[in-house]
């Protein structure tokens, strides 16, 4: 299958594999909106702003996906009133389903970064996880959020690749393949049938399109900059978590998650914890934010 080669094939082949994955996506990626979850989240966004988070009046997140980072800062007091937007709407219909489930009232709406439904100065933060990344028009899209932030307004992103931190994990990726039928049979676990965590074969062959940029922290500033965003900061998140988190990942990506047993699972997860201490206190504040697998970006909107 050919890589999409349009804003609008790229936006169409987003729309439908997201639709696809929304069902058992908090399932695939270990989104959580307890107590891990929340901190998780905290962290990110103390990290992206290099300061505690003030809280927010109202915020609009792009790209909202099933609620991870909007229904955590809400439960932990940071947002009072949320809109999220995303282009699918399966995603949009799971992330309503959560905040039901949590008791939390958000205004949701299918929308394209690029050409945002809201009104001038119309929030206090524009917010978004892992999104960046499958924009086609990242200079028309900034200058959306700074149209739609009130002044002195937050835009903050976390979570988007990093080209070299990107290179980087490749390494325990392919390494992890290459073993993954002798940890099967350690693990005594079923090889996992096509495309089983993505909602199909089908949807499992649009997942390699979706992600249409990686990026330099130089790179994410000048988009900030350009359309006249001021206190631009740059960071990068997860070295050993990363490389730790992906080599287990690819590895159960080969077998029935329901047979791969529970004392690897929680192996996987305290572990993968554990190296986020360790990227937070030792390597992130001390090494270039370019050869973390994570990027974070936070700026403001001049007052």
């Known amino acids: 299958m050919l890589a999409p080669a349009t804003a609008e094939e790229i936006r169409d082949v987003n729309t439908r594999y997201h639709d696809g994955a929304a069902a058992a996506y908090d399932a695939k990626w270990g989104i959580d909106f307890g107590e891990t979850g929340s901190r998780q989240v905290l962290s990110k966004v103390r990290k992206a702003l290099g300061a505690p988070p003030p809280g927010w009046e109202r915020s609009l997140e792009i790209g909202a996906g099933t609620g991870y980072f909007t229904l955590n800062l809400m439960r932990a007091g940071y947002v009072r009133e949320a809109v999220c937007t995303d282009i699918s709407p399966g995603m949009l219909d799971t992330l309503?389903?959560?905040?039901?489930?949590?008791?939390?009232?958000?205004?949701?709406?299918?929308?394209?970064?690029?050409?945002?439904?809201?009104?001038?100065?119309?929030?206090?933060?524009?917010?978004?996880?892992?999104?960046?990344?499958?924009?086609?028009?990242?200079?028309?899209?900034?200058?959306?959020?700074l149209r739609v932030l009130r002044p002195g307004g937050t835009v903050l992103f976390a979570g988007e690749p990093s080209r070299h931190g990107d290179r980087i994990a490749a390494v325990p990726k392919r390494a992890a393949y290459r073993v993954?039928?002798?940890?099967r049979r350690l693990m005594r676990a079923e090889p996992a049938a096509a495309g089983h965590a993505d909602g199909g074969a089908e949807n499992h062959r649009l997942e390699g399109l979706v992600d249409v940029h990686a990026f330099t922290p130089?790179?994410?500033?000048?988009?900030?900059?350009?359309?006249?965003?001021?206190r631009v900061r740059v960071t990068g998140e997860e070295l050993l978590a990363n490389w730790f988190g992906w080599a287990n990942r690819a590895l159960e990506a080969t077998a029935d998650p329901e047979s791969v047993p529970w004392s690897w699972?929680?192996?996987?997860?305290?572990?993968?914890?554990?190296?986020?201490?360790?990227?937070?206190?030792?390597?992130?504040?001390?090494?270039?934010?370019?050869?973390?697998?994570?990027l974070m970006l936070s700026a403001r909107k001049p007052a």
Do not use: C, M
Not at 218 to 230: I, M, N, S, Y
Not at 265 to 290: C, H, M, N, T, W
């Open 96 to 145: 309503a389903a959560n905040a039901r489930r949590l008791g939390l009232e958000v205004q949701t709406g299918a929308a394209d970064a690029e050409r945002l439904p809201f009104p001038d100065e119309s929030f206090d933060l524009v917010l978004g996880h892992a999104v960046l990344h499958h924009l086609p028009d990242l200079g028309t899209a900034f200058s959306e959020f």
């Open 180 to 183: 993954a039928p002798l940890w």
């Open 218 to 230: 130089d790179e994410l500033t000048g988009f900030a900059r350009r359309v006249g965003f001021d």
């Open 265 to 294: 699972k929680v192996y996987a997860f305290r572990g993968y914890i554990a190296l986020q201490e360790v990227d937070r206190r030792l390597l992130e504040s001390r090494l270039p934010a370019a050869i973390f697998y994570n």
